[in-house]
């Protein structure tokens, strides 16, 4: 089953990995993968099992291949930190895939633009498209919704029965959608929805609108 | 000198502040002097510190026959205390001796609390007899040249060891003790602790099962006949009485006489939040009492502390609220009178806190149960035979805790670096680590040099190096600091240091409760109405407020589980309830009202029932049973039954439980007759059973939490630093789920799965139990609305989640929390 939505005339799909595919532009956009931090962890001494590295490569090629998008954009936090090892990974995925790669920097991004640059991508400090503002932080800016990440957000339902569970979430206000963190070995932060916002959750493969 | 004429010095001090040592005081000090090792078996405030420090000093004199003249500077003895609170007591103590016998020694204390100047003073000339804690002994094995400064160590005691054994902390202890054996070749080791089941078992994890030391070592059993009497104090109007709660307010106005009755009164809470609102609300009815009356609690700053303890010991105070943080070795001779609030779950705590009272020889201790709602009065009636029997709880020791043993191998390795078939022998004596095997111990050593069990080309993995010789070393400086700072096994959420703006420090409270306040909020913390202003680095700045709130801070603690023993007594006292009234206690007299009330919608259960209530309210469908075996029983019961179920059918439900029962509380109800016809309460496949249903609820998933940090898989940061590490930070729940789905075959995760078995669930009586429903008549009454039994479980918010429904399914029946 695929989720969309219609946002500013624009359609706007979803995919349970947490990305979002902007139909008409055909632009994936993908917030806070972290790539890089299973390596960092280990680097100073915590023994975070390795394998788990692979896999916020394994979920990019499944989610680009799933769309095939022209263009794909990261709303920053790209990487964890610092360079290491797992850039080389990295590297390799961005040579086999053909979609364009932009970053939208985030407060996690310090390795030096040069170095994206020198694989392709173009960084941006923020990107406006049409009526669309593309950060990294949640921002408001008149006549644009804004696309986000930063937050990781996720949200608690309840039910009958006392039950209650957290998921992370799309979340949609009126004039912005921040997006869910991409990546494994990422945490998230909950957030408490006004009557008016949009939540579209992930649940095991899955997304909802609640 | 020969032993009795060191004997004479002891005896003409003991003459001379007109005392006369006890038998047990004597047994120690000729045991001592003969070289033997042993446990000491003897209550708090009995004068169980003379009876190590004297030897200890007697040693010394006749090792040092010209000590007068000639002093050896450096360590002789080693003195462990659990809480850091006891040191200065315990140094006083042993000043007083040093300082009788005109003995050139230096006695110094090394905790957290110590100053850097003081320490690195120390670092040079150590104190000739040091009072420190577990955790900073092992910080003393992570500096190097550690063994110079033990070489000439002759005894190391360890004091309150009921209170690390069964911890973690304990486990640490072993691994330290391990050491020294080695380091110090004549080291005489001694426990001392208060009466426990298991007193034997408690020997051999301090010396280790197979070594010298514990074939050498003797059990002195100090036999002070002290009367402990018990009274209840039962409501007048047990019909208003509550079902639930766990504050017992309403009791308050009772406490008053008892308070004015006596010198002075102490009053035990089992939980810090509970520990304010009484002092508050005493406070608010009482307002004379402003000025007499004290608050003592873990949380509160240490100045305040060791005043609250100075003034009880000066009398100037008669009443002090507290929680355990009093539990432990400092004597208060005023102490007339002791009140428990809420059951103590646990009959050697109960003991240990009647013991704080009516210390002069041949007084009695006079400790007062106060109910907090009607089912615990059943718990006072037993309680009180308990204490008759002195059926005492066993702590139970660890198996095998990697996450420790990690720890310990890292700070050997940043102090002068370790040889891993020198230290693997040591280990092996230890009680924790007897059937580590060598599998283990190589994944253990491949685990901390290389991260994982296999070496990858693009791995950058630091923490462990070995160097040529074979030496394991961690020469990363950065690596070094972060263990240093995260030695300890004490797991707590990150606290938080609460200050006045000018900066007066009041104490520290979870940051979690902190993260729920908004600037202007007031809150009662420290026995005082404090308005919230902000958050800066780790510290939350107030001010003070004359708002009067009822926000008072939660700590999260652990919630003990009654013995079997106890159970039984319980299940034994509840029968009762059936016999006419001439053959009951006071206390199920008193719950006559209670259990008509119970009989309405349901029925009290004889010794040969066992009762299923159902019954729906707003929050869902209920199915309570009541097997009365007390919390860590049914936690393992509700677990198993709920994944029996979860097999005929797909479903959702919360557990909670209590010493009395549990509730497995869901959206749909569960036909109780189809659980039944299943027999579901089968012993057979129990224990694969169990294993699958942890996979399914969060249990091992908590217990994961402490061994992600003590193992240093998870840094905290420096809270009191004010360092933050954010980009080292992540969360235990989400490396269990990286393990879980990469490395499932990874130790510290199963030992996650270990823990909750041996030390949780109880297995061994789980299996009884289930046997002994079995053989019981099944009675369920499916009531129309909650029975006064199920009160307290019901009402519990701390709940354990079982589902193998599709997540889609249930969002669809659920909605989002909004603001309001």
Not at chain 2, 107 to 128: C, F, H, L, Y
Not at chain 2, 783 to 804: A, G, M, V, Y
């Amino acid at each position: 089953m695929v989720l969309n939505t219609t946002i500013q005339k624009q359609t706007f799909t979803f995919h349970p990995h947490g990305g979002l595919l902007w139909e008409e532009k055909s632009m994936l956009l993908i917030s806070d993968v972290h790539l890089g931090k299973v390596s960092h962890f280990r680097k100073f001494g915590a023994a975070v099992p390795s394998p788990a590295a692979q896999k916020n490569f394994i979920l990019l090629d499944e989610i680009v291949t799933h769309f095939q998008p022209f263009q794909i954009c990261f709303l920053g936090d790209l990487f964890h930190a610092a360079l290491n090892k797992e850039w080389q990974l990295f590297e390799n995925w961005v040579a086999k895939t053909p979609s364009e790669i932009i970053l939208v920097a985030g407060n996690h991004d310090i390795i030096a633009p040069e170095k994206f640059e020198s694989v392709g991508i173009q960084i941006f400090k923020e990107l406006c498209i049409d009526d669309f503002l593309l950060t990294h932080h949640p921002e408001e800016r008149t006549g644009f919704f804004n696309f986000c990440g930063h937050i990781h957000p996720a949200i608690r339902l309840q039910g009958f029965g006392r039950q209650r569970v957290k998921l992370p979430c799309f979340f949609k206000s009126k004039h912005q959608m921040i997006l869910p963190a991409f990546g494994e070995f990422t945490g998230n932060h909950t957030l408490t929805p006004k009557k008016e916002d949009e939540i579209f959750v992930i649940a095991e493969g899955e997304v909802l609108k609640i | 000198m020969d032993r009795n004429e060191l004997f004479e010095i002891a005896n003409s001090w003991f003459l001379e502040q007109d005392w006369t040592p006890h038998a047990f005081q004597k047994e120690t000090w000729n045991a001592f002097l003969g070289g033997k090792h042993g446990l000491l078996n003897a209550p708090t405030g009995s004068g169980k510190t003379y009876a190590l420090w004297f030897p200890i000093v007697l040693h010394y004199i006749r090792t040092h026959p010209e000590y007068k003249s000639r002093h050896t500077k450096g360590l002789k003895a080693i003195w462990i205390t659990p809480l850091r609170a006891l040191s200065q007591e315990i140094k006083q103590s042993a000043e007083r001796i040093v300082a009788d016998l005109e003995l050139p020694m230096t006695v110094g204390i090394r905790t957290g609390d110590t100053s850097a100047k003081e320490r690195s003073r120390q670092k040079n000339t150590m104190p000739d007899l040091l009072i420190t804690t577990p955790e900073s002994l092992q910080l003393l094995l992570s500096s190097k040249g550690y063994d110079k400064i033990f070489k000439n160590c002759s005894a190391i005691v360890v004091d309150e060891w009921h209170e690390l054994l069964g911890t973690k902390r304990g486990v640490q202890m072993e691994l330290a003790l391990s050491r020294l054996k080695t380091v110090c070749p004549n080291l005489c080791i001694w426990g001392i602790s208060a009466t426990i089941g298991n007193l034997e078992q408690a020997r051999q994890v301090l010396l280790g099962p197979t070594s010298k030391a514990y074939q050498d070592s003797v059990l002195v059993k100090a036999k002070l006949n002290k009367k402990i009497t018990v009274k209840s104090v039962i409501p007048k109007e047990m019909e208003t009485f509550p079902w639930r709660g766990h504050l017992g307010l309403r009791l308050l106005h009772e406490v008053v006489p008892i308070i004015n009755n006596s010198k002075t009164t102490l009053l035990f809470t089992n939980t810090r939040g509970q520990c304010e609102i009484w002092f508050q609300k005493i406070l608010e009815k009482h307002p004379e009492y402003a000025g007499i009356m004290a608050m003592h609690h873990g949380s509160v700053a240490k100045e305040t502390r060791l005043w609250v303890e100075q003034a009880i010991r000066n009398e100037t105070l008669s009443a002090v609220v507290c929680t355990s943080s009093l539990d432990l070795g400092v004597d208060f001779a005023p102490v007339e009178t002791v009140v428990q609030i809420g059951g103590p779950k646990g009959v050697a705590r109960f003991l240990q806190r009647a013991g704080r009272s009516g210390h002069q020889p041949g007084k009695e201790s006079v400790i007062h149960f106060l109910p907090t709602h009607a089912m615990e009065l059943i718990e006072a009636s037993a309680m009180q035979k308990a204490v008759r029997n002195a059926e005492v709880e066993d702590r139970i020791p660890y198996l095998n805790s990697f996450d420790v043993l990690l720890q310990y191998l890292t700070t050997l390795a940043v102090s002068d670096g370790f040889y891993p078939e020198e230290i693997f022998p040591e280990i092996k004596q230890t009680f924790c680590y007897q059937a580590l095997s060598e599998a283990q111990w190589q994944w253990l050593l491949n685990f901390l040099v290389i991260g994982s069990q296999s070496l990858k080309t693009y791995d950058e993995y630091k923490k462990v190096e070995v160097e040529s010789d074979g030496r394991f070393k961690v020469n990363n400086r950065g690596i070094a600091m972060r263990h240093r700072f995260q030695i300890g096994t004490i797991v707590g959420d990150a606290s938080i240091a609460v200050r006045y703006q000018k900066g007066g420090y009041i104490g520290s409270i979870e940051e979690y409760f902190i993260s729920k306040l908004t600037p202007g909020d007031v809150f009662t913390f420290a026995g005082r109405n404090l308005e919230f202003i902000r958050v800066k680095g780790m510290q939350a700045h107030v001010r003070n407020s004359t708002k009067r709130t009822n926000k008072v801070p939660s700590w999260m603690g652990g919630r003990l589980s009654f013995s079997a023993q106890m159970s039984e007594l319980l299940r034994q006292e509840l029968y009762t309830a059936e016999l006419e009234p001439s053959k009951q206690s006071e206390e199920i007299k008193a719950l006559a009202p209670m259990f008509a009330k119970q009989r309405e919608e349901s029925i009290v259960p004889k010794p040969n029932e066992f009762l299923i209530e159902t019954f729906k309210t707003r929050d869902g469908y209920h199915h309570i049973f009541y097997p009365f075996e007390g919390r860590g029983v049914h936690e393992a019961m509700s677990s198993l039954l709920s994944y029996r179920i979860s097999l005929l059918t797909p479903i959702t439900c919360s557990l909670a439980y209590n010493d009395y029962g549990f509730e497995l509380l869901s959206d749909k109800p569960i036909d109780i007759q189809n659980v039944l016809d299943n027999n579901l309460f089968t012993t057979a496949y129990m224990l694969s059973d169990l294993q699958k249903s942890l996979n399914s609820n969060e249990m091992a998933r908590r217990k994961f939490r402490d061994i992600a940090v003590i193992s240093g898989m998870v840094f905290t940061g420096y809270p009191d630093k004010g360092i933050k590490m954010k980009h080292l930070q992540s969360s235990s729940q989400l490396l269990f789920d990286v393990f879980k789905d990469f490395e499932p075959d990874n130790l510290l995760y199963q030992q996650a799965y270990t823990e909750t078995f041996e030390h949780q669930l109880e297995e061994g009586r789980l299996r009884m139990a289930l046997e002994r429903i079995a053989e019981q008549h099944i009675q369920w009454k499916q009531c129309e609305k909650p029975t006064p039994f199920s009160f307290p479980i019901i009402t519990d918010r701390l709940r354990e989640k079982l589902s193998n429904e599709k997540l889609a399914d249930r969002i669809k029946r659920m909605t989002k929390i909004l603001t309001k």
